[in-house]
T-cell receptor
Framework: GAVVSQHPSRVICKSGTSVKIECRSL??????MFWYRQFPKQSLMLMAT?????????EQGVEKDKFLINHASLTLSTLTVTSAHPEDSSFYIC????????????FGPGTRLTVL | SQELEQSPQSLIVQEGKNLTINCTSS?????LYWYKQKYGEGLIFLMM?????EEKSHEKITAKLDEKKQQSSLHITASQPSHAGIYLC????????????FGQGTILTVHP
């Protein structure tokens, strides 16, 4: 399957700082990328849909000013958690669509964010 | 409320046994995805089903989508410890850009 990478894999930051997470499709152009959040022992919750060159679409209850998403190119989307607080600590996973089989969606390895 | 129900929530089997995980939607599916996840890692794509009655297999894993496109099952034959993990089904309702809504997951443990 297609390869999607995320960076960093783990990040620990102080409360009040901002953290940027990158999601890259390595071997295909991703017209759409998705950002999910996963709490321990829970399923994935979609946060936002990101399309290259346009504004992200956020799910209900997700603060767009808190979670800034930029889809700058067909291979890169970034999620910035602004003014992070301990309750933002979570596992963030991105996924990308647009490979050989357009309906397939491939996931990155995830980023573990811990806010102290 | 959870619109995509997975069952069972957890499953413990002895190596070599067969097992089935079910995924039921309250609405007709445009597409149904199966993924496997190791705790703290990303999701590994297993299979995608779109047509009613469709069945796909990969190695010892078979997934089916019923004719009404509301229920899917994932069957593992002769389970191995390497099959252990969290299995997630995700539904695509044909909304914009193909976003997925996931079930709560099934935690599979395979004892050697």
């Amino acid at each position: 399957g297609a390869v999607v990478s995320q960076h960093p894999s783990r990040v620990i930051c102080k409360s009040g700082t901002s953290v940027k997470i990158e999601c890259r499709s390595l071997d295909f152009q991703a017209t759409t990328m998705f950002w999910y959040r996963q709490f321990p022992k829970q399923s994935l919750m979609l946060m936002a849909t990101s399309n290259e060159g346009s504004k992200a679409t956020y799910e209900q209850g997700v603060e767009k000013d808190k979670f800034l998403i930029n889809h700058a190119s067909l291979t890169l989307s970034t999620l910035t958690v602004t003014s992070a607080h301990p309750e933002d600590s979570s596992f963030y996973i991105c996924s990308a669509r647009g490979g050989l089989v357009r309906n397939e969606q491939f996931f990155g390895p995830g980023t573990r964010l811990t806010v102290l | 409320s959870q619109e995509l129900e997975q069952s069972p929530q957890s499953l413990i089997v002895q190596e070599g046994k067969n097992l089935t995980i079910n995924c039921t939607s309250s609405k007709t599916l445009y597409g149904l995805y199966w993924y496997k996840q190791k705790y703290g890692e990303g999701l590994i794509f297993l299979m995608m089903l779109q047509k009613g009655g469709e069945e796909k297999s990969h190695e010892k894993i078979t997934a089916k989508l019923d004719e009404k496109k509301q229920q899917s099952s994932l069957h593992i034959t002769a389970s191995q410890p390497s099959h252990a993990g969290i299995y997630l089904c995700g539904e695509d309702r044909g909304t914009s850009y193909g976003k997925l809504t996931f079930g709560q997951g099934t935690i599979l443990t395979v004892h050697p």
